[in-house]
């Protein structure tokens, strides 16, 4: 990661001035901002020892019982009260080990603690709520007393520099070429899915099935004119040595809203909007719409307030790439690589909103032209090293990604091990991605079993926890067999239903009691033969 050089301490705003300690706090770190390139003060060793050992030594065991993606974060916070604050930093972040931050979870809150990264807004699954918790927790850190030179106080483990390789991290990206996207989706959905290619032969990349592609997008070009409109500027005024439409498309975030922005505005305004946008800083919602607030909404929320640009610019997120997972096989077609991507497209009150990088790739860019991005290497979701291990895989909508670059890369390499596909989706006749590969699969004796789920077809839902649920027995006898079994899709609802349709069938067909099914299901994730790939 980058390392970046600590500025002096600047005092801006006088004590003098009407403002509280925390509000003139703040002011001083924003101008400081806008006058430095710098970033925060490294903590000395003593200090860092202090605050990663936590009062009175370590005080850590090891394990990480928050470390489920399903748990809302003020659990996942009691379960790490008494821990050191790396380990509460780690119980912040949204638990997903996606990458999308360049680190896992672990790694990230060591190197936050231990001052290696300086950044605290990479988590993106984990959103607000992870940067709140996260900065509560640095200021933890900013205020630790130096502890006691000697030998009860270990000095801070070194983070040596990592140089990494170009297109392998989100710090040091490659050109790779978009060459193509074909609808997924037939007639009658309410879906829009595409399938996308890149050609990577000039970019020097190669990756393994289970890796995800980080991908950089611009900001819809409208999107950016209608915020500089409500600013009452141009789109020429210069911002960082650029005009401002660059930034606003390139660099920046314009959803959600970030508490900065809330910060800003309530500086620079007055009475009952000066209150109500404290609150929302603060993480509070006076007025019930804080979770629809993007920065487009935020300023029409506070139609008569109009930041300056530089400081408007200065109080927005930096734009963070997106991940995907892989839907190819490097094995099966070398140089080239795929996506599986939902469109995302809603509507809050009569605006249009739009996903950022899903849009970007289903509109916004033409074959031949050229986008940053980086391989992003899984952790801990990847074919078994034998490959005569069985699989069974789980992978409703565009959670067949991974599995489908499995299932091509089983057969490029000859791998004689079952595979098992769960899919599901809306309804067969518009939402069956990939039929034709997967029917020749199954023709072919590559794919073993074929299951599939529609839940808008018949007068009931029904899901593919329900359809392993109807197959429990032979789910089981797989599992008995040594099969691996992965989930990929989504964290808070899906994988948590999945898994708990896995305890059920563990718990019925293996003759074991409810609690004896959890404890087997959670061995089978320490063995490494139930894996998860969710956002």
């Known amino acids: 990661m980058n390392q970046m050089t600590p500025p002096p301490r600047i005092e801006i705003i006088p004590s003098s001035a009407p403002f509280s300690d925390a509000q003139r706090s703040w002011l001083n770190?924003?101008?400081?901002?806008?006058?430095?390139?710098?970033?925060?003060?490294?903590?000395?060793?003593?200090?860092?020892?202090?605050?990663?050992?936590?009062?009175?030594?370590?005080?850590?065991?090891?394990?990480?019982?928050?470390?489920?993606?399903?748990?809302?974060?003020?659990?996942?916070m009691k379960l790490a009260e008494g821990r050191p604050l790396r380990r509460r930093m780690m119980a912040a972040m949204a638990q997903q080990d996606c990458g999308q931050c360049g680190y896992n979870c672990h790694d990230y809150s060591d190197a936050i603690a231990s001052k290696a990264e300086p950044r605290l807004n990479l988590c993106v699954p984990g959103g607000k709520e992870t940067a709140r918790m996260l900065k509560a927790l640095n200021e933890e850190l900013e205020k630790a007393p130096a502890a006691s030179a000697g030998p009860a106080a270990a000095p801070a483990a070194a983070v040596p520099a990592v140089v990494v390789e170009p297109g392998r991290s989100r710090d040091n990206p490659v050109a790779a070429t978009f060459l193509s996207r074909r609808l997924l989706n037939k007639p009658g959905s309410e879906k829009e899915t595409w399938h996308i290619d890149f050609d990577l032969s000039g970019a020097g990349l190669d990756y393994v099935v289970g890796d995800s592609f980080g991908i950089f997008a611009r900001n819809d070009l409208?999107?950016?004119?209608?915020?500089?409109?409500?600013?009452?500027?141009?789109?020429?005024?210069?911002?960082?040595?650029?005009?401002?439409?660059?930034?606003?498309?390139?660099?920046?975030?314009?959803?959600?809203?970030?508490?900065?922005?809330?910060?800003?505005?309530?500086?620079?305004?007055?009475?009952?909007?000066?209150?109500?946008?404290r609150a929302l800083a603060q993480g509070e919602d006076p007025d019930g719409d804080a979770a629809t607030l993007d920065v487009m909404a935020a300023l029409q929320k506070f139609s008569g307030v109009r930041p300056h640009p530089e400081a408007f610019v200065e109080a927005l997120e930096p734009l963070q790439p997106r991940l995907y997972s892989i839907s190819s096989s490097h094995n099966a077609t070398p140089g080239k690589l795929s996506l599986t991507v939902d469109c995302v497209r809603y509507v809050i009150g009569k605006r249009k909103r739009i996903g950022l990088a899903s849009t970007f790739l289903a509109e916004r860019i033409n074959p031949g032209d050229e986008l940053k991005v980086y391989v992003q290497k899984a952790h801990g979701f990847a074919l078994p090293q034998d490959p005569k291990v069985p699989i069974i895989m789980i992978g409703p909508g565009t959670g067949i990604a991974p599995f489908r670059a499995f299932l091509l890369d089983r057969k490029a390499t000859g791998a004689q091990g079952k595979n098992w596909l769960f899919f599901g989706h809306q309804r067969s006749a518009s939402d069956f991605f990939y039929a034709d590969e997967l029917n020749a699969m199954k023709t072919s004796g590559l794919l073993t079993r074929l299951s599939l789920a529609w839940s808008r077809d018949g007068d009931k839902k029904f899901y593919v926890q329900d359809r392993?649920?109807?197959?429990?027995?032979?789910?089981?006898?797989?599992?008995?067999?040594?099969?691996?079994?992965?989930?990929?899709?989504?964290?808070?609802?899906?994988?948590?239903?999945?898994?708990?349709?896995?305890?059920?069938?563990?718990?019925?067909?293996?003759?074991?009691?409810t609690d004896e099914a959890v404890l087997f299901v959670a061995d089978l994730k320490k063995k490494g033969r139930f894996q998860q790939d969710v956002y």
């Not at 200090?47 to 009062?55: K, R």
């Not at 090891?62 to 748990?71: I, L, N, R, S, V």
């Open 29 to 76: 770190g924003f101008f400081a901002g806008l006058l430095t390139d710098g970033g925060p003060t490294p903590m000395s060793s003593e200090q860092g020892a202090s605050m990663l050992q936590g009062p009175g030594g370590d005080g850590d065991d090891g394990e990480a019982p928050w470390h489920d993606q399903t748990m809302p974060i003020a659990d996942r």
């Open 222 to 277: 409208g999107h950016v004119d209608q915020i500089i409109a409500l600013l009452g500027a141009s789109h020429t005024t210069k911002v960082r040595g650029k005009t401002l439409r660059e930034v606003l498309a390139d660099e920046v975030s314009l959803s959600p809203a970030p508490d900065s922005l809330f910060e800003l505005v309530s500086y620079i305004t007055g009475g009952a909007q000066r209150e109500k946008a």
């Open 468 to 513: 392993m649920r109807e197959l429990g027995r032979e789910v089981w006898t797989w599992l008995a067999d040594g099969a691996n079994i992965y989930i990929c899709g989504d964290a808070k609802r899906m994988a948590k239903d999945v898994e708990r349709a896995l305890v059920d069938i563990v718990a019925q067909f293996g003759a074991r009691s």
